[in-house]
C-alpha cells in the first residue's frame, strides 16, 4: 500500500511538487544513459544495413568465381525447324544441322465397336508390353469401352488409352505410347474377344526414332529433345528438312549482354558499400552524432581493404583493363564498351582477372570474415549489446533509487505534517486554557 501524503495541510508546503522536482532531478541520470543505449541501436542498425550490402556484393562476386560462370553463352539458330538451349559448358562455334526424321509416339486404334456402352467389347483380355516391361488387364461383359479404357490407364502400361466416338455407331479404343522412340513402342497379345490391337492395320501411327545429321555425323535417339550430342547444348527438333531445305545453322557465341549484367551487378553493388562506407566516415563539416559510426575502426578497416583488392593487379591485369575503372572516392564505373573489346580480344580475360587470380574470392572472402556468424560484424555487434546490458543496469539503479528517494520523501514530509498538525493541536488546547 502507497503511502498517504496530505501535500502541506498542516504546513502549508505543496510536498507533492517539490518531492516531484527532486525525483525528477535523479531520474535524469537515467535519462542520458537511456539516449546512450538508444545511440548504439542506432549503430548496430548501421552495422546490420552494412552486413546486408556486403553480402549482395558478395552474391555477385560468387556468381562469376568459375570459369563457366565469366562465360555465358547465347545460340542462334538460322530457321524454325531446329530450336537450340546452351549451357555455360558449350564451346563456340558454328554447327550445321539436318533433320531427316521426327521421333514420334505409335498410336493404335481398336476395331470399330457400334456402340461404347457395356458389353461392346465382349468379354477378354490384353497384355501389353513396353520396352520390356509387361501388363495385363482383363475386362468382363459388362464393362463398357470407357471401363475397358480406366483399366488400360490404371495399369500404367507406359501407354494412354481413350476412346474415340468417330460418329453413332462408330467407337474405337486409341492407345498412344507415353512416350517416343521405337524403344517404346507397344506390343498386344489378346486373348478372349479381341480388340483387334495386334491388327498392322490398326496402328495409326508407327512409333519413330528421331534422324538428325549435327555436322556431318548421323545422329538417332528416341525423342526430339536431345541434349547429349554436343556438350552444354540441348537441341529440339521441330520439322524435318526437305531435300531442298538448306541446312540449319546453329551458331553459340558468348552472351555478351548477359556477361555484362553480372559485372555491372557486382558493380553496383561495390557501390553501394563504398557509399554507405563514406557515409559513415566522411566528415561534411558538420558534427556527426554519437548514432553513427564516424571514424570507427571496422568501418575504415573494411574500407581500405576494398580499396585494396579494387586496385590489385591480377595477373598481367587491372580492373580497367576490362572496361571497371574507379573515381576519387573509389566509386566503380564499368565502360561496357571496352568489356565488350576486351573480351572480344582474348575470351578468357575476366576470367583470369575473376577467377584465375582470384579477385571474386579476394572479394568473397572478405566478406565472408566480416558477415558470417562469427565474423567481424557480429562480434562487433555483440560488443554493443553487451555495453548496452550494462547501460540498462545502470538504468535500473538509477531508477530504482529514484524510487527509493520518492518512498523517503514522501515518508519524511508525512511525518513533518503530522508533528506540524499536532503541534497546533497543542498550542490551541494551550491557548484555550489560558483564555478560560
Do not use: C
Request: charged share 20%.
Amino acid at each position: 500500500m502507497g503511502t498517504i501524503t496530505f501535500n502541506g495541510l498542516a504546513s502549508g508546503l505543496d510536498s507533492s511538487s517539490m518531492i516531484d522536482q527532486l525525483v525528477k532531478i535523479e531520474r535524469s541520470a537515467a535519462d542520458t544513459v537511456t539516449t546512450k543505449k538508444t545511440n548504439l541501436d542506432s549503430q548496430k542498425s548501421i552495422i546490420n544495413t552494412m552486413s546486408s550490402a556486403l553480402s549482395s556484393l558478395a552474391t555477385a562476386a560468387r556468381a562469376m568465381d568459375l570459369d563457366t560462370e565469366v562465360k555465358p553463352r547465347t545460340a542462334t539458330v538460322s530457321d524454325s525447324r531446329v530450336a537450340m538451349a546452351v549451357s555455360a559448358g558449350a564451346t563456340p562455334g558454328v554447327h550445321d544441322i539436318r533433320v531427316g526424321a521426327l521421333a514420334a509416339a505409335q498410336v493404335t486404334q481398336s476395331n470399330k465397336f457400334s456402340s461404347s456402352a457395356a458389353g461392346a467389347a465382349g468379354a477378354g483380355g490384353l497384355d501389353i508390353t513396353v520396352n520390356g516391361t509387361k501388363k495385363s488387364i482383363a475386362w468382363t461383359a459388362s464393362d463398357s469401352l470407357d471401363a475397358i479404357a480406366t483399366k488400360i490407364n490404371s495399369a500404367e502400361a507406359g501407354v494412354t488409352a481413350s476412346v474415340v466416338k468417330v460418329d453413332d455407331t462408330n467407337y474405337r479404343l486409341v492407345i498412344a505410347a507415353k512416350d517416343t522412340g521405337t524403344k517404346n513402342a507397344a506390343t498386344f497379345t489378346e486373348t478372349g474377344t479381341p480388340l483387334g490391337l495386334t491388327d498392322p492395320a490398326n496402328v495409326k501411327v508407327a512409333a519413330a526414332n528421331a534422324q538428325v545429321t549435327v555436322d556431318g555425323i548421323d545422329i538417332e535417339r528416341p525423342t526430339n529433345v536431345i541434349a547429349d550430342a554436343l556438350t552444354g547444348v540441348t537441341l529440339t527438333l521441330n520439322a524435318a528438312h526437305a531435300t531442298t531445305d538448306p541446312s540449319s545453322k546453329a551458331t553459340v557465341s558468348l552472351d555478351q549482354t548477359a556477361l555484362t549484367d553480372k559485372v555491372k551487378k557486382l558493380v553496383d553493388a561495390f557501390n553501394v558499400v563504398n557509399s554507405s562506407l563514406h557515409t559513415q566516415l566522411d566528415y561534411t563539416g558538420t558534427k556527426k552524432g554519437e548514432n553513427t559510426l564516424f571514424g570507427d575502426s571496422t568501418l575504415r578497416g573494411l574500407q581500405t581493404a576494398l580499396g585494396t583488392i579494387a586496385s590489385n593487379k591480377y595477373g598481367d591485369s587491372t580492373l580497367s583493363d576490362l572496361g571497371i575503372t574507379r573515381d576519387k572516392t573509389g566509386a566503380m564505373t564499368l565502360d561496357s564498351t571496352k568489356l565488350a573489346a576486351a573480351v572480344a580480344k582474348d575470351p578468357d580475360a575476366l576470367s583470369k582477372v575473376f577467377v584465375t587470380n582470384g579477385f571474386a574470392k579476394a572479394i568473397t572472402d572478405l566478406a565472408d570474415r566480416h558477415t558470417k556468424a562469427d565474423g567481424i560484424f557480429a562480434t562487433k555487434t555483440q560488443s554493443l549489446t553487451d555495453r548496452q546490458k550494462v547501460m540498462q543496469t545502470q538504468i535500473d539503479r538509477i531508477n530504482k533509487g529514484a524510487d527509493d528517494l520518492q518512498a523517503r520523501l514522501e515518508k519524511q514530509f508525512t511525518a513533518l505534517e503530522t508533528a506540524i498538525s499536532k503541534m497546533k493541536s497543542d498550542m490551541n488546547y494551550f491557548a484555550s486554557l489560558s483564555s478560560s
